[in-house]
């Protein structure tokens, strides 16, 4: 069947089912007059008539009752299996690249893919645990996750945690041996556990901050890991002092594994925010993970 034989069938059922010329034109979108030539050549093409036509009314004829009972199942069928088409084109699938650093891949990420990957079997999740500041268009990722003070202004950025605190931690033995320090300054005093940045390749300064004062803190020690999780062993330890995520530690300091110290300098700040370039065209795959992991208070 050729293309404009269908139109010409749908605007044929259209008038049948309105049963005026008038209405079903407005339905369509189109003229009384173009509508009146469409019906007409599809009677002339097929040697029959198909509507009785009187100024006041239109009517189907025996052949038109005939046809209308072949098209309506024949047209609603085709309807739904656009309609079916739709949504499996609108159907989450594919594959996401994230990278994030290890912490926001265990303490949000996770908690969330766990629940909505079994859902959506098509969806492919990839995640890239790096703690530098990777460029995710370079990088060919489609999403990062960072602090969000540390995310570029021609980013879009959708909040996913709540606000976050590093605080300073030592073991109790460590203590028996050293004072408490009382203000960052010191630090210079103790033995600490340094992070080493992967992409800078320094060592990541002490960040504290009180009654709108800044201060960064260089701190020196006998252990450099690039990883969070082996400072928290090595402060559990009692090798020196740690300055780690506050979730990372509450259950050691509530056990009193861990004491936490310096606790006045040390604010909340912005938390974990998924990334992306503003000029990225969103697939049905990644709008569903970015709602799913969309911070609401």
């Known amino acids: 069947m050729r293309r404009e034989e269908l139109v010409d069938l749908s605007a044929f059922l259209t008038v049948a089912e309105e049963r005026s010329f008038t209405r079903a034109a407005a339905r369509l979108n189109t003229s009384q007059s173009a509508l009146s030539h469409t019906v007409r050549r599809l009677e002339t093409r097929l040697g029959v008539r198909l509507l009785n036509r009187t100024t006041r009314s239109v ?16 047209l609603d069928d085709i309807g739904a299996e656009l309609t079916a088409l739709s949504a499996l084109r609108e159907k989450p699938t594919g594959t996401i690249r994230i990278t994030t650093g290890e912490h926001a891949a265990e303490t949000v990420l996770w908690p969330v893919l766990k629940t909505l990957l079994p859902d959506y079997p098509d969806v492919t999740v990839e995640l890239f645990l790096d703690t530098g500041l990777t460029d995710i268009v370079t990088e060919q990722f489609d999403a990062g996750v960072r602090m969000g003070e540390q995310i570029a202004k021609d980013m879009i950025a959708v909040p996913i945690g709540p606000e976050v605190r590093l605080v300073v931690v030592g073991a109790p033995d ?3 041996r050293h004072s408490q320090p009382r ?11 340094n992070l080493r940045l992967p992409r800078r390749g320094g060592l990541y300064a ?11 803190v260089r701190v020196e020690g006998q252990l450099v890991f690039n990883d969070l999780n082996m400072i928290l062993e090595a402060a559990l330890a009692g090798f020196g002092l740690a300055f780690v995520m506050e979730d990372m530690v509450v259950r050691h300091v509530a056990e009193g594994r861990l004491i936490q110290v310096l606790d006045e300098w040390c604010p909340p700040f912005p938390g974990y925010h998924l990334y992306y370039s503003s000029r990225r065209q969103p697939t049905p795959a990644f709008t569903l993970l970015v709602e799913a992991l969309r911070y609401r208070r």
């Not at 004829?61 to 024949?74: D, K, S, V």
């Not at 203000?183 to 556990?193: F, G, M, S, T």
């Open 59 to 74: 009517a189907p004829t025996e052949a038109g009752e005939r046809l209308i009972g072949t098209l309506r199942p024949a």
């Open 174 to 176: 460590y203590f028996a």
């Open 206 to 216: 002490w960040e504290f901050e009180k009654d709108g004062r800044a201060l960064n």
């Open 183 to 193: 203000h960052p300054q010191d630090l210079a005093e103790h033995p600490c556990i």
